[in-house]
Protein backbone atom coordinates (compact mmCIF):
# COMPACT_ATOMS: atom_id res chain seq x y z
CA UNK A 1 0.00 0.00 0.00
CA UNK A 2 1.00 3.73 -0.90
CA UNK A 3 -0.25 6.64 1.08
CA UNK A 4 -1.85 9.18 -0.60
CA UNK A 5 1.64 11.44 -0.41
CA UNK A 6 2.97 8.89 -2.50
CA UNK A 7 0.30 9.41 -4.68
CA UNK A 8 0.82 12.57 -5.15
CA UNK A 9 4.26 12.87 -6.22
CA UNK A 10 3.48 10.88 -9.48
CA UNK A 11 2.14 13.62 -11.76
CA UNK A 12 -0.46 12.83 -14.61
CA UNK A 13 -1.41 15.08 -16.96
CA UNK A 14 -3.40 15.55 -20.01
CA UNK A 15 -2.06 15.91 -23.19
CA UNK A 16 -2.44 16.29 -27.17
CA UNK A 17 -0.38 15.00 -29.51
CA UNK A 18 -0.01 17.62 -32.12
CA UNK A 19 3.39 15.49 -34.00
CA UNK A 20 3.74 11.91 -34.46
CA UNK A 21 5.87 10.07 -36.88
CA UNK A 22 7.58 6.92 -37.46
CA UNK A 23 11.15 6.60 -34.88
CA UNK A 24 12.86 3.35 -37.27
CA UNK A 25 16.55 4.01 -34.83
CA UNK A 26 14.08 2.21 -31.97
CA UNK A 27 15.06 -1.22 -31.12
CA UNK A 28 11.29 -2.26 -30.80
CA UNK A 29 8.67 -0.75 -33.36
CA UNK A 30 7.83 2.68 -32.10
CA UNK A 31 6.73 6.73 -32.83
CA UNK A 32 7.90 9.95 -31.82
CA UNK A 33 5.41 11.95 -30.04
CA UNK A 34 5.25 16.23 -29.44
CA UNK A 35 2.33 16.09 -26.81
CA UNK A 36 0.91 19.84 -25.57
CA UNK A 37 0.24 19.70 -21.89
CA UNK A 38 -0.52 23.62 -22.08
CA UNK A 39 0.80 26.87 -20.74
CA UNK A 40 2.32 25.46 -17.52
CA UNK A 41 3.97 22.56 -18.95
CA UNK A 42 4.49 23.37 -22.87
CA UNK A 43 5.41 20.68 -25.52
CA UNK A 44 6.81 17.71 -24.47
CA UNK A 45 8.37 14.36 -26.40
CA UNK A 46 7.98 10.94 -25.82
CA UNK A 47 8.82 7.57 -27.28
CA UNK A 48 5.70 5.06 -27.22
CA UNK A 49 5.53 1.59 -28.83
CA UNK A 50 2.02 2.13 -30.05
CA UNK A 51 2.34 0.68 -33.59
CA UNK A 52 0.19 -1.96 -33.21
CA UNK A 53 -2.91 0.08 -32.89
CA UNK A 54 -2.08 3.19 -34.16
CA UNK A 55 -0.31 5.13 -36.93
CA UNK A 56 1.03 8.96 -36.95
CA UNK A 57 -2.20 9.89 -38.56
CA UNK A 58 -4.77 8.52 -35.91
CA UNK A 59 -2.77 9.57 -33.43
CA UNK A 60 -2.58 13.36 -34.55
CA UNK A 61 -5.57 15.14 -31.85
CA UNK A 62 -5.99 12.61 -29.58
CA UNK A 63 -5.70 13.27 -25.86
CA UNK A 64 -3.96 11.07 -23.79
CA UNK A 65 -2.26 10.42 -19.99
CA UNK A 66 0.97 10.84 -19.43
CA UNK A 67 3.49 10.97 -16.26
CA UNK A 68 5.12 14.44 -16.66
CA UNK A 69 7.57 14.66 -13.87
CA UNK A 70 10.13 11.61 -14.69
CA UNK A 71 13.49 12.40 -15.36
CA UNK A 72 14.41 12.16 -19.21
CA UNK A 73 15.34 9.08 -20.54
CA UNK A 74 17.76 9.07 -23.83
CA UNK A 75 16.24 5.97 -26.56
CA UNK A 76 19.22 6.54 -29.09
CA UNK A 77 19.56 9.67 -30.61
CA UNK A 78 15.80 10.65 -29.21
CA UNK A 79 15.32 12.22 -25.48
CA UNK A 80 11.80 11.34 -24.65
CA UNK A 81 10.48 13.65 -21.57
CA UNK A 82 7.86 12.13 -20.51
CA UNK A 83 6.24 8.62 -20.15
CA UNK A 84 2.66 8.35 -22.18
CA UNK A 85 0.12 5.75 -20.53
CA UNK A 86 -1.54 2.92 -21.03
CA UNK A 87 -2.33 -0.74 -20.83
CA UNK A 88 -1.59 -4.11 -22.59
CA UNK A 89 -4.49 -5.80 -25.08
CA UNK A 90 -4.94 -9.73 -24.98
CA UNK A 91 -1.73 -9.90 -27.29
CA UNK A 92 0.38 -7.35 -24.99
CA UNK A 93 0.10 -4.60 -27.56
CA UNK A 94 -0.31 -1.30 -25.93
CA UNK A 95 -3.92 0.74 -25.81
CA UNK A 96 -3.26 4.04 -24.59
CA UNK A 97 -5.06 5.41 -21.64
CA UNK A 98 -7.08 8.21 -21.75
CA UNK A 99 -9.99 10.52 -20.76
CA UNK A 100 -13.27 9.83 -22.04
CA UNK A 101 -13.82 13.44 -22.83
CA UNK A 102 -12.38 16.71 -23.73
CA UNK A 103 -10.41 18.18 -21.01
CA UNK A 104 -7.72 21.28 -20.93
CA UNK A 105 -4.22 20.21 -21.72
CA UNK A 106 -2.51 20.04 -18.82
CA UNK A 107 -5.08 19.06 -16.28
CA UNK A 108 -3.67 16.61 -13.68
CA UNK A 109 -5.04 12.90 -12.56
CA UNK A 110 -6.60 12.89 -9.23
Do not use: C
Not at 36 to 42: K, L, S
Amino acid sequence: MISWTDFEQVDIRVGTIVEAREFPEARRPAYQLVLDFGPEIGLKKSSAQLTQHYTPATLLGRQVLAVVNFPPKQIGPFRSEVLVLGAPDAEGHTVLAAVAAPVPNGSRLH
